[in-house]
């Protein structure tokens, strides 16, 4: 399973740790995915994703899962995700 936001596309950054000393070692930054699941109510049933708890925000923001989706760019969704949005067209 990979470490990417179902939603976003939000994956792991690298950066460096820096010492008092000013020492710098590589280092990964991973995004805070959390499994959730999610309630279409066009659909009328929940899907589990793995999400970032930013993009729990912005889902909580724009009004649910189906209003998030309705305006996310297909680029930055997942394949789960991508069929999901098609699923909310055809309804």
């Given at each position: 399973?990979?470490?990417?936001?179902?939603?976003?596309?939000?994956?792991?950054?690298?950066?460096?740790?820096?010492s008092?000393?000013?020492?710098?070692?590589?280092?990964?930054?991973?995004?805070?995915?959390?499994?959730?699941?999610?309630?279409?109510?066009?659909?009328?049933?929940?899907?589990?994703?793995?999400?970032?708890?930013?993009?729990?925000?912005?889902?909580?923001?724009?009004?649910?899962?189906?209003?998030?989706?309705?305006?996310?760019?297909?680029?930055?969704?997942?394949?789960?995700?991508?069929?999901?949005?098609?699923?909310?067209?055809?309804?």
């Amino acid at each position: 399973m990979s470490r990417v936001c179902e939603l976003t596309g939000k994956g792991p950054m690298s950066g460096n740790n820096v010492s008092h000393a000013n020492n710098k070692t590589r280092r990964r930054f991973l995004p805070n995915l959390n499994e959730v699941s999610l309630l279409s109510e066009k659909l009328g049933r929940s899907y589990q994703l793995r999400i970032s708890a930013a993009a729990l925000r912005s889902v909580d923001h724009r009004g649910g899962l189906d209003a998030f989706l309705a305006k996310a760019k297909d680029a930055e969704l997942s394949d789960r995700a991508l069929k999901i949005k098609r699923e909310l067209a055809k309804a």
